[in-house]
């Protein structure tokens, strides 16, 4: 029996780092076989992997420093988890091993990977670069696929790297695994291995099917997809959407295997396996510190999760030279990035009012590094999904930032194993807003309360102002936060024209505001006064009217007054534009303090080029009245400039292929999208099909 901790993992963490080094051993190897026996065997994990990455590292540095505490059953000694009852054991014909894994975000740890590698190949200073296979290290599941005579016979999970669970039926829904191999050259016996993982936006997908039904949604794509493979039940396994990638080999029979990892993941390629694009053969450790970087940068826009880097000896000669050391291979490294979800303390939620007086829960966390920065707020989103997750004040829970995307708090973490205590929230919307006490009301059928103070309300004024000033609307740069908090609280901005009164001297008034601060607010103030119709239209902050919208409108109306004087039918006539939008733009001009707003921003000097929207007329918009919809990575641009270039041609995009898409444009890691396309008939693109749309168009 394992010893069963007890009291929140985090105080065991922090309260027993100093205690007797054998006492602490053992604690944590009894945590961490907790901690992975919820992983790998209950998938429910408690805390996120940073935090077990965490204690194994404690344990694996307190057993380095004192050998004679290791024992043989200490989590250090074994690679995975545990076989599940259900699934059938297979022994691996070669046993499927981890790689040394470090936390690096310098270019530091590829020198000294460089290092370790020459050295063991006993390279002189001056010999050669050595050449590495770099890729990514995807976020997922380890499987082996086992191919005879190019057929499909075996799918096994990792298990403990001797013995894993036969998990074909489920590998099986995977529609991108192929289950017979492809073109001329199938070996006898070839054992692929690589990673199942689920894409982000498969994986939000999932679990907006999940909020519809009211049922309870993932905590992220990397769990999901390991719960997903290790279903008992096939038919659930094909409800969640998995993909993969191949990155390596296991036992193989009659095959001339390629003499480098970089042309054997080719080989793989060509036998119809999928394989990332993202990878590239490198000369020296500079070049993988680039790659890193590169990667890096990179991250938060691919489709999935990755959680590093992996460099490889590229030269398989090499890599049986170098050999394994405790069963990591001596030829290969993983360097992960800083992890994008941690756990800390709740210790108060608070009432945020936004910009259409929308309340949203804001959790008050306990500072935790996370994603590369220092979070202490993290937003809870609504009543109704604060309450599926279960999350109280006191709660230790799991907060995920991923690059811009605003901090969340994705779970709470079940501190204490054994029968959970009833749920009984500790937070409700509150009846009047807290910022000027108007009432709240919840929409009919909606999730959201509201604050009912509209401008009367100082934090929807402050969000209105904050809005307007945003770089994709009036791009006014230096009115951040607290100078709108300034201007607000002192009644110096009551309506959005006022701003354009701000004087050097009001400025200058200002806590804080130094004189060169003030004269280059008045010269943005200036600046954004030139402007499209689109902005402006986006920049008043219409319910419903998003940039795309603001465009589409531009686009149809051309000018303002004919927009403001529209009727429901004609608002109606722009493309993606419904009763729900039109109303709110119909409503919104319908008062009149609102047309005095326009009318004064106007003759405050604010104007756009007059055929603004007329774009009919100009020769070079010839995918005018077109929707596009983008799926996929394009070798060469990134969605935003593909985006950008359609626009710049009269087109549109949208988010999802329906029958009026003309045309879906596709790349690498094309998912549901394609298919529907295919399904109904929509013409499909590559980026070259693309580009010479937009030559034809201009
Ligand atoms: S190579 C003997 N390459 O990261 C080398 N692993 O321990 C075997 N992973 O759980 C691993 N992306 O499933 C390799 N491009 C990649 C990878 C990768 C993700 C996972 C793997 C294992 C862990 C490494």
Redesign the pocket.
């Known amino acids: 029996m394992l010893p069963t901790p007890t009291g929140t993992a985090l105080q065991q963490n922090s309260a027993m780092a100093d205690t007797h080094p054998e006492a602490r051993a053992q604690a944590l190897r009894a945590l961490l076989h907790h901690h992975a026996h919820r992983y790998h065997v209950l998938d429910a994990p408690e805390v996120p992997d940073a935090e077990y990455d965490r204690l194994f590292q404690e344990l694996q540095a307190l057993e380095g420093a004192h050998p004679g505490l290791l024992t043989p059953d200490s989590p250090t000694q074994r690679?995975?988890g545990r076989v599940l009852e259900g699934f059938a054991p297979v022994r691996h014909a070669m046993p499927?091993?981890?790689?040394?894994?470090e936390t690096d975000t310098t270019t530091a740890g590829a020198m000294a990977f460089d290092q370790r590698v020459r050295r063991e190949l006993e390279l002189s200073v001056d010999a050669e670069p050595v050449e590495y296979a770099a890729?990514?290290?995807?976020?997922?599941?380890?499987?082996n696929l086992r191919y005879e005579q190019g057929v499909l016979v075996q799918a096994a999970t990792?298990g403990d790297g001797e013995t894993g669970e036969d998990v074909t039926q489920n590998i099986r829904t995977i529609g991108q695994i192929p289950l017979r191999l492809q073109g001329t050259g199938v070996p006898d016996v070839l054992e692929v291995?690589?990673?199942v993982f689920m894409r982000r936006d498969h994986f939000e997908a999932l679990n907006q099917r999940q909020r519809d039904k009211g049922e309870k949604t993932y905590i992220n794509p990397r769990n999901t997809a390991a719960g997903a493979v290790r279903q008992l039940d096939p038919a659930i396994t094909a409800q969640r959407p998995l993909s993969f990638?191949a990155?390596?080999l296991g036992e193989t029979k009659g095959w001339a295997q390629p003499p480098t990892h970089s042309a054997t993941l080719d080989a793989l390629a060509a036998l119809g396996l999928p394989v990332?694009a993202d990878?590239a053969v490198v000369h020296g450790a500079a070049a993988l510190a680039q790659f890193q970087q590169a990667m890096g940068a990179k991250r938060d826009g691919l489709p999935f999760d990755?959680?590093?880097?992996?460099y490889?000896v590229n030269r398989i000669d090499l890599q049986k030279r170098l050999g394994f050391v405790s069963r990591?291979?001596r030829w290969?490294v993983?360097h992960k990035y800083p992890a994008q979800e941690q756990m800390t303390r709740l210790n108060d939620i608070e009432v945020q009012v936004g910009r259409t007086g929308k309340l949203t829960p804001v959790a008050k966390l306990e500072p935790v590094f996370v994603g590369g920065t220092t979070v202490s707020n993290a937003t809870l989103h609504n009543v109704f999904e604060l309450r599926r997750k279960g999350v109280r004040v006191g709660d230790t829970v799991i907060v995920r930032r991923a690059g811009d995307v605003i901090p969340e708090v994705v779970g709470r973490v079940v501190a204490q194993p054994g029968p959970r205590q009833p749920y009984v929230p500790n937070y409700r919307p509150p009846a009047t807003c807290p910022v000027c006490g108007s009432a709240v009301l919840r929409e009919k059928g909606g999730m959201d309360h509201r604050c009912t103070g509209g401008l009367f309300c100082a934090a929807q004024r402050k969000q209105a102002v904050l809005h307007f000033a945003g770089r994709r609307a009036m791009d006014i740069e230096g009115l951040g936060d607290k100078l709108v908090d300034q201007l607000v609280d002192g009644g110096v901005i009551r309506t959005l024209p006022d701003l354009y009164k701000l004087g050097l001297s009001s400025l200058v008034a200002l806590e804080r505001m130094a004189d060169k601060s003030a004269r280059n607010v008045v010269a943005a103030l200036d600046a954004s006064k030139t402007t499209t119709l689109a902005r402006f239209l986006y920049a008043l902050g219409i319910r419903h009217v998003g940039e795309t919208t603001a465009k589409d409108l531009a686009r149809y109306f051309g000018g303002i007054d004919a927009l403001m004087d529209a009727h429901m039918d004609a608002l109606l006539q722009v493309s993606d534009v419904g009763p729900v939008v039109a109303q709110s733009i119909h409503t919104f001009f319908g008062q009149p303090h609102n047309r005095e707003v326009v009318e004064q921003l106007r003759a405050a000097g604010i104007s756009w080029p007059e055929d603004d929207g007329d774009v009919a007329n100009l020769p070079s918009q010839t995918l005018a009245g077109k929707t596009l919809v983008l799926t996929g990575t394009l070798p060469t641009m990134s969605r935003d400039e593909a985006k950008a270039l359609i626009e710049a041609a009269g087109g549109k995009v949208a988010g999802s292929v329906s029958r009026k898409t003309s045309y879906v444009v596709a790349g690498a890691e094309a998912g549901s999208k394609l298919d529907k396309a295919r399904e109904l008939s929509v013409p499909v693109l590559d980026e070259e099909g693309l580009k010479q749309l937009l030559v034809r168009a201009v």
């Open positions: 690679v995975g499927m091993l981890s790689i040394r894994t890729e990514l290290k995807f976020d997922g599941l380890a499987i990792r291995r690589g990673e990638f990155y390596g990332s990878r990755i959680d590093g880097v992996v490889k990591e291979p290969a993983a």
